[in-house]
T-cell receptor
Framework: EAQVTQNPRYLITVTGKKLTVTCSQN?????MSWYRQDPGLGLRQIYY???????DKGDVPEGYKVSRKEKRNFPLILESPSPNQTSLYFC????????????FGPGTRLLVL | DAKTTQPNSMESNEEEPVHLPCNHS???????IHWYRQLPSQGPEYVIH???SNVNNRMASLAIAEDRKSSTLILHRATLRDAAVYYC???????????FGTGTRLTIIP
């Protein structure tokens, strides 16, 4: 089954404690991205990657890092989380060479205390 | 990014057609019109997209105005499972980025 998986699905942490949210897709997609969703603001893109070792900033990259060492994985790293990073995070992937569809993961709900 | 305007919310009766409008008066010639929906507690999912002509798929139909300044997503026979937030998005050809607005929250009345 074609899917995008994220782990963990729920996470409570404290300010300053480094964390990583993993994202993996099994569709051999080149393009992957991270979004955050906040009430009243919709989904906003954090970072994206066009392929292995190619990443770029989205609209709200401050406080986040990403890496793309393998095609299937695109982890989101918060090196020093702050309460304003409390949000719902979605990973997405697509095959921009063909299919127009972006596939989204189930989401990771993060609470930073 | 070109902007879209949608009603904040709509209601429809179960088993009736639903027409979800979207205005995009600043659309450019290379913008595709995409629709995604987000069911409760899930990530967004693709519904349909088009450029100039009307489009149909197993989920919905997309009617695009002749001047492309507006479009309508049509659910032919709404079910309770169609209750979701529907997003109309303009996506430039060759650009994977999706810019989400606040969408239309569709409520289905049994």
């Amino acid at each position: 089954e074609a899917q995008v998986t994220q782990n963990p699905r729920y996470l409570i942490t404290v300010t300053g404690k480094k964390l990583t949210v993993t994202c993996s897709q099994n569709m051999n997609h080149e393009y992957m991205s991270w979004y955050r969703q906040d009430p009243g603001l919709g989904l906003r893109q954090i970072y994206y990657s066009m392929n292995v070792e190619v990443t770029d900033k989205g609209d709200v990259p401050e406080g986040y890092k990403v890496s793309r060492k393998e095609k299937r994985n695109f982890p989101l790293i918060l090196e020093s989380p702050s309460p304003n990073q409390t949000s719902l995070y979605f990973c997405a992937s697509s095959d921009y060479i063909g299919d127009e569809t972006q596939y989204f993961g189930p989401g990771t709900r993060l609470l930073v205390l | 990014d070109a902007k879209t305007t949608q009603p904040n919310s709509m209601e429809s009766n179960e088993e009736e057609p639903v027409h979800l409008p979207c205005n995009h008066s600043t659309i450019s010639g290379t913008d595709y019109i995409h629709w995604y929906r987000q069911l409760p507690s899930q990530g967004p999912e693709y519904v349909i997209h088009g450029l100039t002509s009307n489009v149909n798929n197993r989920m919905a139909s997309l009617a695009i105005a002749e001047d492309r300044k507006s479009s309508t997503l049509i659910l032919h026979r709404a079910t309770l499972r169609d209750a979701a937030v529907y997003y109309c998005i303009l996506r430039q050809f060759g650009n994977e980025k999706l810019t989400f607005g606040t969408g239309t929250r569709l409520t289905i009345i049994p």
